[in-house]
């Protein structure tokens, strides 16, 4: 800490990200990926640039083709002509575009969520990964009039933005199983996040819970982060045109296979996702890249491969869960891509050291009521196969030495 | 505005970017994008992947490789496997990487920027884009007890980003004649940010001056805003020793081709750098995607390039000016990829829109002082003799027409 740091500073909370693995080969099991690549349509609209991808939307293409016809590579017969030229041959016509600013708008990503999701494109706000929407969002909404109110066991980022812009919170702990209990919620006063299903704890609410909490508050914004709800949940995008309070946010971090792309996505009413531009603007307006707009439109359109993905994801989920059950492990029912779980022969920290040295990264926290679980990241198939064998030995071990 | 927005955001006054041309082909000048495309290198970084630009960077290598070997092509003999493999295949490795996180601390690109600029790793924060740079260090140094101090006619963002955090900020008009006077910046009991070359000004300040100013403020932060610093100024990191207050803010968006990539970085004492990524822990721990990591990284490492990029629209840039004071317009002595001019025979506002009509953009402002200047970004020479042939018809239609 620097003596210049601002006393508003002093007082934050930063989020400490999974670890990186660093020299050896490990298997990440630690940040909730997708063990699978992204759609082949991602490379080939990279490859191919905002003229493709418009030729097959057609109210994007005039966008598309503006910036395609403004670049560098038509600029002619002079010595700089003739370089930009030459550099542009070797290089896909995208690749050569990322002179220029991205779309502020980025009406091509917009387009294709606002069509998936059949709303509006004015009800669709997109973002550097989920993390900048969250912010947007808590900084739109909340202030020392509006406090937050969130989980004890939820996303950690949560605390830590509400730190970044001043924003009270209250915290609300779970039941002791690690249901969410709404009571607390209903007309509490207070802006409202719930993840949903919630992470680390992989459990879902019903929609009609999310609908009890955003009809009890119908002067607080509910928002509800939906990151994983592809791996068995149900979005409550159906409940928009009844509530003018929801703001959901979602993610191509996890089924979209995108999470080095950074792409996150907010849908809400209208008015609720100008009162978020307003911030986007005060704050980057150019917060995605030119890639990651394309990236991302064409991972949203290429649903059946998201589906045919995250469905092999849920089927090895429950293979894992009835793996670790029967060594005597408890799982909480999961609907993400990843499980929470606790040994019935070794501490957590055992666990989590004993993966580590077989190779296997996982994530634990130190708090007193989750310290005996590890968050596992569901893998491919065959990654997950050596991590319950690893565990088959951890567990073997521990009881030996008993 | 919905009647959530907090009262903390009713009065924030967000930034508004150039326009974005649609449906029409323009001559794009109003954003001071670079008429090149990248370096060739930038584009067999993101083909080729992690691994290569590792082999070309010692110390990389190991993230590099982790990442690469972690991909999911090597899941193997399984349905999933299969799947993953076949994508894989198709896809350059790096697409393929894409559904990992980036690195949270961008090493490779950090490395490439620190080896340039002959500092250390942890002197250099990377950023999506210089804006998040300077919200970082407004954040992280700047409150109701260190407000901020900047010029009248400087880039408009700070204003925005003020807002957004709250932060009070003195405004000190440039002289008659837009140079900045340092008077009102010694001892000024505030943190200062200058853009130097400043924008949309273009006029530049010696190094002496900069001296000065961060010698005369031991105890404010000195942010110095270096976006435009390779078309003919000259950076202050050889103050950074002799000078612990002093921040200096540069972007890959202009003279290194990749506003669409969205990397921009800072480099200061290793304390303010932690104080800076205190803030970016807070806010979006994975800001830079992984393509424009690789991106930048080989961007930065291609230092020729950037060179023959800016010698060339220097050139032009001279070559313009000439010719609109030919013209009976006041230029400003540029040391950027743009210049600031107004006509002698009409308004700015008529300039502007007779420019438009002949599909040519650039930026204007309605402010009182600058409302008859224009900002004209340096296109290639083509774009620029087109421009001038425009500007002829306009100024002799101007003074027909009186
Ligand atoms: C519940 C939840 N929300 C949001 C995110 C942020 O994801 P991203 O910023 O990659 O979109 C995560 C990431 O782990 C998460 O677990
Ligand atoms: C003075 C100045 N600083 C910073 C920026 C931001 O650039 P970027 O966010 O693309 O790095 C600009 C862009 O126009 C600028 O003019």
Not at 106 to 117: G, M, P
Not at 212 to 219: K, R, T, W
Request: some cysteine; hydrophobic content about 40%.
């Amino acid at each position: 800490m620097s003596r210049f740091l601002s006393k508003a500073s002093e007082s934050l909370l930063p989020y400490t990200p999974g670890e990186q693995p660093q020299g050896r080969k490990f298997i990440k099991l630690n940040t909730n990926e997708c063990p699978y690549p992204p759609s082949p349509k991602v490379a080939e609209a990279i490859l191919a640039g905002y003229e493709e991808i418009a030729a097959g939307c057609g109210t994007a293409g005039a966008a598309g083709r503006a910036e395609k016809a403004d670049c560098g590579c038509d600029a002619g017969a002079t010595e700089a002509g003739k370089m930009a030229e030459k550099v542009a041959q070797i290089m896909p016509p995208e690749l050569a575009n990322l002179r220029l600013y991205s779309d502020p708008e980025e009406r091509v990503l917009i387009e294709a969520i606002a069509a998936h999701y059949r709303v509006g494109t004015n009800q669709v706000i997109a973002g550097n990964g989920s993390d900048e929407i969250l912010g947007f969002a808590f900084r739109a909404f909340c202030d020392s009039e509006a406090p937050l109110q969130f989980a004890d066991l939820t996303y950690g980022f949560y605390p830590a933005l509400c730190g970044l812009y001043g924003i009270p919170f209250r915290v609300v702990p779970l039941e002791e199983d690690f249901t969410l209990n709404i009571e607390p919620y209903k007309n509490c006063g207070n802006n409202v996040i719930i993840a949903n299903p919630n992470a680390p704890t992989g459990m879902n609410l019903p929609l009609s819970a999310i609908e009890e909490v955003a009809a009890s508050n119908p002067d607080r914004v509910v928002m509800v982060d939906e990151a994983y709800v592809d791996f068995g949940g149900e979005s409550c995008v159906s409940l928009l045109p009844k509530y003018e309070n929801l703001v959901i946010i979602q993610t191509f971090s996890k089924s979209r296979s995108l999470a080095g792309a950074r792409v996150g996505f907010a849908i809400a009413n209208p008015e609720l996702i100008a009162d978020m531009n307003r911030i986007k603007y005060s704050f980057n307006p150019y917060n995605v890249n030119r890639l990651s707009i394309l990236a991302g439109a064409a991972a949203m359109r290429d649903w059946d491969y998201t589906k045919e993905c995250t469905g092999r994801i849920c089927k090895t989920r429950e293979k894992t869960t009835e793996a670790l059950r029967a060594l005597g492990f408890t799982v909480l029912d999961s609907k993400t891509n990843f499980i929470f779980a606790k040994s019935g022969d070794m501490p957590g920290k055992v666990y989590f050291d004993g993966l580590r040295e077989a190779g296997i990264l996982v994530r634990r926290w130190d708090s007193e009521r989750i310290k005996d679980y590890v968050r596992i990241s569901i893998g491919s198939e065959e990654e997950m196969e050596t991590f319950v064998k690893e565990t088959e030995k951890l567990v073997e071990a521990a009881r030996k030495g008993r």
